[in-house]
């Protein structure tokens, strides 16, 4: 049986260390970030903004945009189709907005020369963050309006998880938007699922925090020059970060 004694100086070190890096003392002495950072496992990297005119922050895996196989030279635009395969993802920027697609997702893009306007998440998970204006993103199952949000969709039998991490939407099942509900968190505060077909009367449930991290949001508002507006560790916040 493990020391209660150790067990509780393993769990000090692990804060400190988390606290370290979001602080940027990694970044300050030149260190490679955690493996769990982000759990993006991209070590020796620290994220900043991407330069103008690239796109993609890591790959990995085989990733297809409109149909095509890339690497991190690609580019991807507001009226592209992403595609990740089987044990993939890719973490890409679009204008203002950033991307971590998950494996065997497909996400579909349509906007202006520079802006994306409307997102439809057809198969797996997307974590994304977003500058000024509207935008609307779709699952299977729900359309969720957005304007400046943190927001985590994942595409489930029967049923589209949103996890609206930070900011306000509006959430409304795809075939019936009368059935809607208007969401405002601060911290991963009211996930829902949206049902394909009603479970007791309701279309649109409480759903469990999950599949997703604040490192993650950390990284890829870094990769566009902005910091989530929570704090990564904020005492009363008290659902798992999976850190």
């Known amino acids: 049986m493990q020391d209660p004694k150790f067990e509780k100086l393993i769990a000090k070190r692990r804060?400190?260390?988390?606290?370290?890096?979001?602080?940027?003392?990694?970044a300050a002495v030149g260190l490679s970030f955690p493996r769990r950072f982000a759990s993006a496992q991209v070590l020796g990297r620290v994220p900043k903004p991407l330069a103008q005119g690239q796109s993609i922050y890591d790959v990995t895996g085989p990733?297809?945009?409109?149909?095509?196989?890339?690497?991190?030279?690609?580019?991807?635009?507001?009226?592209?189709?992403?595609?990740?395969?089987?044990g993939a993802r890719a973490i890409f920027v679009v204008g203002s907005d950033a991307f971590l697609l998950r494996a065997?997702?497909?996400l579909e893009m349509k906007g202006s020369e520079r802006f994306v306007n409307v997102l439809r998440l057809l198969t797996g998970a997307l974590l994304s963050v977003y500058g000024g204006g509207a935008r609307t993103v779709a699952g299977?199952?729900?359309?969720?309006?957005?304007?400046?949000?943190?927001?985590?969709?994942e595409a489930e039998a029967a049923r589209t998880y949103v996890c609206t991490c930070y900011g306000e939407t509006n959430i409304a099942a795809a075939d019936d938007p009368t059935i809607s509900e208007t969401i405002v968190s601060v911290h991963h505060d009211a996930p829902r699922y949206v049902l394909a077909a009603p479970d007791k009367g309701r279309r649109i449930v409480a759903?469990?925090?999950?599949?997703?991290?604040?490192?993650?949001?950390?990284?890829?508002?870094?990769?566009?020059?902005?910091?989530?507006?929570?704090?990564l560790f904020d005492e009363s916040y008290g659902s798992p970060r999976r850190y």
Not at 210 to 216: Q, S
Request: aromatic share 6%; glycine share 10%.
């Open 207 to 231: 759903a469990p925090f999950k599949n997703h991290d604040d490192l993650e949001l950390m990284l890829i508002e870094t990769l566009v020059g902005r910091t989530p507006p929570f704090s």
């Open 140 to 153: 299977p199952d729900a359309v969720i309006g957005i304007r400046g949000t943190g927001l985590y969709v």
């Open 15 to 26: 804060t400190f260390l988390i606290r370290a890096l979001a602080a940027g003392l990694f």
């Open 63 to 86: 990733v297809m945009v409109n149909g095509k196989l890339i690497t991190r030279d690609a580019r991807v635009g507001p009226n592209d189709t992403v595609e990740t395969g089987k």
């Open 104 to 106: 065997d997702s497909k």
